[in-house]
């Protein structure tokens, strides 16, 4: 918390604005740009030995930090639009309370004006996310400015553009932007969700791919449902998706282009192949093939015909992750007698167990974030399902929620979180927890759901 | 390495695979339906060598223990049964479907589904059952025959369902 002076200083300053270190295509006209001071307004920059930054630590007391988004200025259907979705963002991360508009002592603040800061102290919030939209012809542009109430200093500005059909996603930019400053964290909001959709009876389940933004918004069915789908993974691009399906005979891999809808088989093996996931570069495919009474991990090289078997003999070895260098894969195994965790080379070879607690682990992943290494997994103990992370060592074991049935998490691209679903009284539901365990909501989905896997950031 | 099935933005091959599981999905129905007391109308209705008569007077499938792919005795007899049927009935090829209850993660239970039927058709085999005239495949979890939250409908989802196919 800050408590240096509310006074500007004299002199008028750029944004101090954090970098958002992503590029924008062309193709997706989105545009940002640092804010620069406003005609006529002072911009404080931020003591970096007193920054508004909400610390969330395993174990200890935790308490989201609150917010206010007041409407913003400019085109009012468009500001109101950017706003919801901004405070909707911030809200759903678990770390910030976004307090009751019908508490804010005035309405629309936008990226031109000074916050009167006394207004937002009264209410007691920490971090005030001002701003204003406009349209020109086709084209949405969003400053954006986050301030310290308490501080009265100015801790983000910024500027997107983006096409008229894109609002959404200038929108999650915007509170990327925020959410990254405040918490220290790399933003996870410009992100998308493919996962299966569910319906009818559990005897005769009609399961669909479906793509979605992170937050549940703009929902679209990538397969039928006459054929069953299962354990979507998307490719770094985020424009591919590798898949197990159901067609003539046993169940094979196929991958998706997003954009097209144009699918291809993986391989032409006799056998049924299943789990599969992409390196960190694109350039691989891992997946399970089954053998008689075995399942075998293999990495086909996707642009040229390299197939190489990585795991050998008689066990069911199956849902392989790279860690994010590319360097090793964490996969399960049944190779000791009970599902377990291992990690070996990805070129293949010197699988080392990395789970000794008691009960079953299966469906490990490798966070992508390099700096906080992590590995979620399912387990199985006591009757219940759990899911939890632990070091790629297997030390710091942590569950984040236990129930009757969870099961497959999915890293966040920022690594704070894992998505899986939960079933409960028939009825499976996809949920959100950080690693910490301090955060624990329900995301929303146009009915049942499960298998969700987590894009990357969008580029 | 990839095989050269490339679609289209249509969704034809789906169309084509939808055939195929809609047909999965009777043969799923009448499985069903042959669990029950006088499902198919009793014993007597069955026409001997019909598909009735195989599930009815026969039995069509075998169950498992948790996380198991041991054939207990019961099984072993069903599966005499099945194969001395198909020595007399050799016009049926066979899919051995092998099936795991929901108290498993997914890719784990595909795995295990796949051990149930191998090990399921193995044993036709050494019965004297023709590999030509078998096929396996798994369902994993993905279709329970009995939903719900317990151990008494949950040992019925680990299964073994011997499908007789289509004249050779």
Request: net charge neutral; charged share 20%; proline share 5%.
């Amino acid at each position: 918390m800050t408590t240096t002076s509310m006074e500007f200083p004299p002199t008028a300053r750029a944004a101090d604005a954090k970098r958002v270190g992503r590029r924008f295509g062309a193709a997706t006209a989105l545009a940002l740009t640092l804010l620069g001071a406003a005609a006529g307004l002072t911009i404080a920059p931020t003591p970096a030995s007193a920054e508004l930054k909400i610390t969330v630590t395993p174990g200890a007391a935790f308490q989201p930090m609150p917010i206010a988004v007041p409407q913003f200025g400019g085109d009012p259907a468009l500001a109101r639009e950017v706003a919801q979705i901004v405070a909707a963002d911030m809200r759903l991360s678990g770390y910030f309370t976004v307090l009751d508009p019908s508490s804010y002592l005035e309405g629309t603040v936008g990226a031109d004006q000074m916050p009167n800061f006394n207004n937002w102290k009264g209410i007691g919030a920490q971090a005030l996310i001002a701003g204003t939209v406009s349209r020109s012809g086709n084209q949405v542009t969003a400053q954006v400015r986050v301030w310290d109430v308490f501080g009265g200093t100015q801790l983000v500005g910024t500027q997107v553009g983006a096409g008229q059909d894109a609002v959404r996603r200038l929108a999650h930019i915007v509170a990327d932007a925020a959410y990254s400053n405040l918490t220290g964290f790399k933003g996870f909001f410009d992100s998308r969700i493919v996962f299966v959709d569910e319906s009818g009876p559990k005897t005769a389940r009609v399961k669909k791919l479906a793509i979605m933004d992170w937050d549940g918004a703009n929902v679209r069915y990538l397969t039928r449902g006459q054929e069953l789908v299962l354990t979507p993974r998307f490719s770094p691009s985020s424009q591919q998706i590798a898949y197990m399906a159901y067609g003539a005979g046993e169940p094979k891999v196929f991958i998706l282009n997003v954009a097209s809808g144009a699918r291809q088989l993986v391989g032409d093996f006799p056998n049924m192949t299943f789990s599969p996931r992409f390196s960190p570069d694109g350039h691989t495919l891992v997946f399970s093939m089954q053998k008689e009474a075995n399942a075998n991990i293999f990495a086909m090289e996707l642009g040229g015909r390299g197939m190489r078997q990585l795991t050998e003999g008689a066990a069911i070895d199956t849902h392989p992750s790279f860690s994010p260098d590319g360097s090793q894969i964490v996969f399960e195994s049944d190779r000791g007698g009970t599902q377990q965790l291992y990690v070996m080379s990805a070129g293949g070879g010197g699988a080392k167990r990395i789970s000794f607690g008691s009960g079953r682990y299966a469906t490990p992943v490798w966070s992508p974030d390099p700096d906080n290494p992590f590995i979620a997994f399912t387990k199985q103990d006591g009757g219940g399902f759990k899911i939890g992370v632990m070091k790629p060592d297997g030390t710091g074991e942590r569950i984040l929620t236990e129930g009757f049935h969870a099961e497959g998490p999915t890293f966040a691209p920022n690594g704070r979180y894992v998505m899986f679903f939960k079933e409960e009284g028939g009825d499976s539901r996809l949920w959100l927890a950080d690693v910490t365990g301090h955060v624990l909501t329900q995301v929303k989905t146009p009915g049942s759901a499960s298998d969700p896997a987590w894009s990357p950031l969008q580029k | 390495m990839f095989s050269s099935i490339a679609l289209g933005r249509g969704f034809k091959f789906a169309a084509v695979l939808a055939t195929t599981l809609t047909l999965g999905a009777c043969a799923s129905q009448q499985d069903s339906a042959g669990d029950g007391a006088g499902g198919l109308g009793g014993a007597g209705a069955a026409t001997p060598g019909s598909q009735q008569d195989f599930v009815v007077n026969v039995g069509d499938r075998v169950f498992f223990t948790v996380d198991s792919t041991d054939l207990t005795t019961e099984a072993r007899s069903t599966l005499d049964r099945q194969a001395a049927w198909l020595a007399r009935y050799p016009r049926y090829s066979v899919t051995v479907e092998g099936h795991a209850d929901e108290r498993g993660t997914r890719e784990y239970n595909i795995a295990l589904g796949a051990r149930r039927a191998a090990a399921t058709r193995d044993y036709l085999m050494a019965r004297g059952v023709s590999s030509t005239r078998l096929k396996t495949i798994s369902y994993g979890k993905e279709r329970p025959v009995a939903v719900c939250d317990a151990e008494n409908c949950w040992n019925q989802n680990r299964r073994a369902v011997t499908v007789l196919g289509g004249a050779m």
